[in-house]
């Protein structure tokens, strides 16, 4: 019912910059926390950062001082810039976003995942 589509990731050098987007469509009512999320082969997913309706946001603390994330709701999309890339970046970037959608007079809360973009950090 909601749907996730990331865009920006790609390879760049140590000490660049990359732009991630995420738009949500659908039969969106509403969305409430909105965050991105890296994974590497074999391990956990983690999150990055998150930002909620208000505004509030987080970030994980290996990504604090570079990363920010911030949110366009007039658009439902969800923007994470990325400066001073470092090679353990390198991760496949999912975008998460939960809150209510609806289908006629009925409306139900979701939680959907992006497909995920390739981050790439060179040294």
């Known amino acids: 019912q909601v749907q996730l589509v990331e865009s920006g990731g790609g390879m760049v050098q140590a000490g660049g910059s990359l732009r991630l987007s995420c738009a949500a469509s659908?039969?969106?009512?509403?969305?409430?926390?909105m965050g991105w999320y890296r994974q590497a082969p074999g391990k956990q997913r983690e999150l990055v950062a998150s930002?909620?309706?208000?505004?509030?946001?987080m970030c994980a603390d290996s990504v604090k001082s570079r990363f920010t994330i911030s949110r366009d709701n007039a658009k439902n999309t969800v923007y994470l810039q990325m400066n001073s890339l470092k090679p353990e970046d390198t991760d496949v970037y999912y975008c998460?976003?939960?809150?209510?959608?609806?289908?006629?007079?009925?409306?139900?809360?979701?939680?959907?995942w992006g497909q995920g973009t390739q981050v790439t950090v060179s040294s």
């Open positions: 998460n976003a939960e809150g209510i959608y609806y289908i006629g007079s009925y409306y139900s809360d979701f939680g959907s």
């Open positions: 659908g039969s969106i009512f509403s969305i409430n926390d």
């Open positions: 930002i909620t309706s208000g505004g509030t946001t």
